[in-house]
């Protein structure tokens, strides 16, 4: 039976997400200056307590991927616009986030507001050491526009402040709800009288169901999105051996990669992939992947909760989206079987050496009022971090079985793995090692010591800035 939509609002709200988000992070250097109170700013009041130039030409990147970026014309935008008529909004919508802004970063002609997502997205620690990352503070202890009679930080589901913090300063926003796991079709599940598998065995069993009917049991995109079975190896690694095994990661550990919970999960994906997969996936990008998924040419594809609306002009009625968490490896695992990933995801951030640095700490926080929110979840199909407005919305299959997948995990959550915007260089390295074991062309234990060698090597590296958390 569907939850209501108040059960829904229950299950994707603060208790479930607070654990596994919370964080603490440290340094030993002192943050990197972020001047947002400029010489453009106004006087502030109750009605602009930002201190907004209402003159002043506003622009704003949107990384129109799965998302697209129509929700940021249509609506926060539009809100700007409202709210500031005499002021210019400049868009931009690119879908090559790095190489678009790097240049003009180094150069110092930034925009204000930067939705930093994507294969390409900014290296976050990087822009911090610049001093170009400005802090949302002043966001965070503002108004809310959907509550008013709350600070913008006490309306945001749990984790999503903790995910704020560089060098223990809030500086990105996280607007999004996510759930990472396995996507399935479960339409052809129930024509097929297939069982979603619990354990390694049954999902090795099904592999055999699927490879009779000419199907793949799974499959990633190996040209723009090995970062997708990059989080699918982490998190399977969390379930063997809890969520201490990501900690160590992103706290650039002793041996964190080549820990045995890592091995096992590694080796069976890489078994996985050889018994049941197909290399010509290997080949494809995102999009033409999650088509052949589409077609039921996949049973299970490792992605986020945003899937449902990046294909939604190509979903057959035939296909009815469903989340799975990933099953268990061994007897043994820390994690049960329920045990899914849910953080927070779709970075934005303030320019600090912008134009209008007050003007993207407000458009921010008009993404977080009422209007901004639940349109962009009507527009998108994605929870934001705003609690408290769901309630009336309609919402999708995808986003109902989400609800009953966090419901079953409870308080068995995966937590998210940070050594993506901590370490970048990292996160890109472990995205070719991916494809390599998938491929074959490594082994697990290879890939755990290539992937310990390049920790080490950033460990060492006294220029880099280390991050460390504690849960």
Not at 253 to 275: F, N
């Amino acid at each position: 039976m569907s939850p209501t939509r108040r059960d829904v609002l229950r299950g994707l709200g603060l208790a479930a997400l607070a654990t596994p988000l919370a964080a603490c992070v440290t340094t030993g250097r002192d943050a990197a200056p972020s001047p947002t109170a400029s010489a453009s700013a106004a006087a502030t009041s109750t009605n602009n307590p930002l201190g907004v130039d209402a003159t002043r030409r506003l622009e704003v990147v949107i990384f129109s991927g799965g998302n697209g970026d129509k929700y940021a014309v249509d609506l926060h935008e539009a809100a700007y616009r409202r709210a500031y008529p005499k002021a210019e909004i400049k868009h931009v919508a690119t879908q090559k986030v790095g190489t678009q802004l790097r240049p003009r970063f180094i150069a110092g002609d930034v925009p204000d507001v930067v939705n930093n997502s994507g294969p390409e997205a900014l290296d976050l620690q990087s822009l911090v050491q610049e001093g170009h990352l400005a802090d949302l503070t002043p966001l965070f202890e503002a108004p809310s526009l959907a509550f008013p009679d709350k600070k913008v930080k006490d309306t945001l589901v749990g984790g999503a402040y903790e995910n704020s913090l560089i060098d223990g300063v809030p500086r990105v926003l996280q607007y999004t709800v996510a759930h990472r796991a396995l996507w399935y079709n479960a339409k052809l599940f129930e024509a097929k009288g297939w069982a979603v598998p619990r354990t390694w065995a049954e999902f090795n069993a099904l592999g055999e169901e699927a490879k009779k009917a000419g199907i793949a049991l799974f499959a990633y995109p190996g040209q723009v999105g090995p970062f997708y079975q990059l989080w699918n190896l982490v998190y399977s690694a969390a379930k063997v051996g809890g969520n201490k095994v990501i900690i160590d990661i992103d706290n650039l550990a002793d041996g964190a990669w080549t820990a045995e919970p890592v091995r096992q999960a590694v080796a069976a994906w890489a078994q996985v992939q050889k018994d049941y997969g197909d290399k010509a996936y290997f080949g494809l990008d995102h999009t033409q992947t999650q088509v052949k998924h589409l077609q039921d040419k996949v049973l299970f594809y490792p992605c986020g909760s945003w899937l449902e609306n990046e294909m939604a002009k190509d979903r057959p009625d035939t296909f009815e989206y469903a989340i799975a968490p990933v099953p268990s490896i061994t007897a043994a695992d820390a994690l049960p079987y329920e045990a899914i990933m849910i953080g927070v995801s779709e970075a934005f951030f303030v320019a600090a050496k912008g134009k209008n640095p007050q003007g993207g700490l407000d458009y921010l926080r008009m993404m977080l009022s009422r209007e901004g929110a639940r349109g962009y979840t009507e527009m998108t199909r994605n929870l934001t971090i705003v609690n408290g407005l769901v309630d009336g919305l309609k919402l999708t299959s995808a986003v109902n079985s989400a609800a009953r997948a966090q419901e079953a995990a409870g308080k068995n959550t995966i937590t998210d793995a940070r050594f993506e915007t901590w370490y970048k260089e990292l996160f890109d390295h472990g995205q070719t090692q991916t494809n390599s074991v998938m491929a074959g062309r490594v082994t697990a234990d290879q890939f755990c010591e290539n992937m310990q060698r390049k920790a080490d090597e950033l460990k060492a590296d006294s220029s880099i800035t280390k991050q460390t958390r504690t849960v």
